[in-house]
């Protein structure tokens, strides 16, 4: 029986697997320990716990366990790698390089360091969602520290080419971070082929808790040093102090281990189901598609609707289906999306576009319901328009 509202908000936001939270509860209420606590039992078991978890997360990425730091989420993650570099590499360079369409964690991170005196260069994308690789080699400079490029955008799952700027970052020297949040655990990200020094990873949009991230830091070529964003007990390295969230860690390898499990045949439905609601939706309203078609996440479609806007649509189709018209962070901002600005669609067909993303746990028959909803309420603003 179809449940609702149908949930296509997955790069908002994922259920936590039932399997995650399973794992999860012991470490509540019996294993509860410190895992800094080196006295007794409990706080072995969860130093234990979290051990497994680390070979769990980094196993998904093909790094090192000692590779691993966690956080609170992406966001912590995003800031500890900008700023960490930005401070530690001072005497190198101030100059970063990044991305018009990046996250807002990312994007406010840099404004944070140009107050500090640092110089940031925001390279513009084509309209596809792609950045023009001429274009970023022609902005690297000599006090160039970072590079900082997501692998997949948040609002059109558009996926950058990631070997390709690697390569350019090792050839002049620079270091290069990615805001993977919404690839790992979709596609396989490997962080030795892809030439990726730092890496910042969320839980709960691949099915785990909130509150528990993590940033990979590379420790052989390059060995990359942080300063730390956070003090108070040297957690982690000395380079996120904070007693570990056990439970949630333990959730977010076990996230990992199913994703890596499962990736392969979840991503080949996914995109299936993706491309019928996409095809059929397209016939029935003419809608188009945002982003580059070949060069993108399995499961998320961004689509405008010429004559309506996205507002008005979910306004009449909210108590039935979740979807969005961007980035969970900038939703209760009244401007067009950022990053389909930053594509050249103009404000009428950028406010009329929705972000589609499945999940795990969508259905045929969430789909089927979807297409319908959405053809008939858009034909029906069409006529009132």
């Known amino acids: ?94 100059h970063i390089v990044t991305v018009a369409t990046e996250h807002k964690a990312v994007l406010d991170s840099c404004r944070h360091i140009e107050k500090k005196g640092g110089s940031v260069t925001y390279l513009q994308v084509n309209s596809d969602g792609l950045i023009d690789l001429d274009e970023l080699k022609k902005n690297i400079l ?16 558009v996926i950058q080419p990631i070997q390709a700027i690697s390569a350019i970052a090792r050839e002049a020297g620079v270091l290069f971070f990615c805001d993977a949040a919404q690839a790992v655990g979709k596609i396989n990200v490997d962080v030795i082929n892809d030439g990726i020094d730092l890496l910042s990873i969320s839980a709960h949009k691949m099915y785990g808790p909130k509150g528990v991230g993590v940033l990979y830091v590379s420790r052989k070529k390059p060995r990359v040093t942080l300063t730390a964003q956070m003090d108070g007990g040297g957690h982690e390295r000395n380079k996120r102090s904070g007693t570990l969230n056990v439970p949630a860690i333990v959730g977010f390898g076990k996230a990992c281990e199913l994703c890596e499990k499962e990736m392969p045949d979840e991503s080949k ?64 901002l009244p401007e067009p999306s950022y990053v389909l ?24 028959e969430e789909i089927d319901f979807a297409i319908q909803e959405i053809s008939n309420t858009v034909k029906m603003l069409r006529e009132d328009f």
């Open 341 to 364: 600005k930053a594509m050249c669609l103009d404000d009428a067909l950028a406010n009329a576009s929705l972000r589609f993303a499945l999940g795990r746990f969508t259905t045929d």
């Open 142 to 157: 000599p006090s160039t520290v970072l590079i900082a490029v997501m692998y997949a955008n948040n609002e059109t799952g």
């Open 269 to 332: 439905r996914l995109e299936a189901m993706r491309n019928r609601l996409e095809k059929v939706l397209i016939d029935q309203t003419d809608a188009t598609v945002n982003g580059n078609l070949q060069h993108r996440l399995p499961h998320v479609t961004n689509l405008s609707f010429k004559g309506t806007t996205a507002n008005n649509i979910m306004m009449r189709i909210n108590s039935k289906l979740a979807v969005s018209s961007g980035s969970a962070c900038t939703s209760a």
């Open 1 to 94: 029986m179809l449940r609702l509202p149908v949930y296509l908000d997955n790069n908002a936001t994922t259920c936590c697997d039932p399997r995650v939270v399973e794992a999860m509860l012991p470490y509540f209420s019996q294993h509860y320990g410190n895992a800094a606590s080196h006295t007794h039992s409990f706080g072995w078991m969860a130093e234990e716990a979290v051990d497994i978890a680390r070979k769990q997360v980094a196993s998904l990425i093909h790094a090192d366990a000692t590779e691993i730091v966690f956080t609170s989420g992406a966001t912590e993650s995003d800031n500890l790698a900008i700023k960490g570099v930005f401070e530690n590499y001072a005497a190198k360079g101030n």
